[in-house]
């Protein structure tokens, strides 16, 4: 019986993409934790974080870190194919993935740049701080399917079975 020892990338290519999501999910938890309740807490005032010329933009680093992350997810995903508990593991874990990016991309990310152009204000704004303490609880809810994602990934490396298509 061949099993997936006889696959080493495919283990290999799983345990990178976990490894991958980790840190994504490090950079959420710092990001989540710490940025988050201060931007949001007084807004527009409390939006100083973003104001020019020394203002917080993670816009560059986002697009890297979820770049690679979802280019090793992919690859990963490509060589456990045959691994066939895997890929009914992987394939709506992939999907899922990608419906949070999408999420991320029509909502989150159009409204922090919403957020990052407005002028600095002392005057605090109700309609403005609902909006943003929306943004805030809807990506606790993001980052923790992150979280979810990453962890039922891990059930992946227990799987060893024949190649079996």
């Given at each position: 019986m061949r099993n997936t020892y006889q696959y080493p990338k495919a283990t290999q290519w799983l345990f990178y993409s976990i490894c991958a999501y980790f840190i994504m999910n490090g950079a959420q938890?710092?990001?989540?934790?710490?940025?988050?309740?201060?931007?949001?807490?007084?807004?527009?005032?409390?939006?100083?974080?973003?104001?020019?010329?020394y203002g917080l933009d993670f816009k560059m680093f986002w697009i890297i870190i979820h770049g690679i992350h979802e280019?090793?997810?992919?690859?990963?995903?490509?060589?456990?194919?045959?691994?066939?508990?895997?890929?009914?593991?992987?394939?709506p874990l992939l999907v899922a993935h990608i419906a949070v990016r999408i999420w991320?991309?029509?909502?989150?990310?159009?409204?922090?740049?919403e957020f990052q152009q407005l002028p600095y204000s002392d005057t605090l704004d109700i309609n403005l701080q609902e909006k943003a303490a929306?943004?805030?609880?809807?990506?606790?809810?993001?980052?923790?399917?992150?979280?979810?994602?990453?962890?039922?990934?891990?059930?992946?490396?227990?799987?060893?079975?024949?190649?079996?298509?």
């Open positions: 938890l710092w990001e989540t934790a710490i940025m988050v309740p201060a931007w949001t807490a007084a807004p527009p005032s409390s939006f100083i974080f973003f104001q020019n010329p280019t090793v997810f992919i690859t990963a995903f490509i060589f456990n194919w045959r691994i066939k508990n895997r890929r009914k593991l992987m394939l991320t991309l029509t909502y989150f990310a159009p409204l922090i740049t929306q943004w805030r609880n809807l990506n606790y809810v993001r980052v923790a399917i992150f979280f979810a994602l990453n962890f039922l990934l891990i059930f992946g490396l227990k799987i060893r079975e024949e190649n079996n298509g």
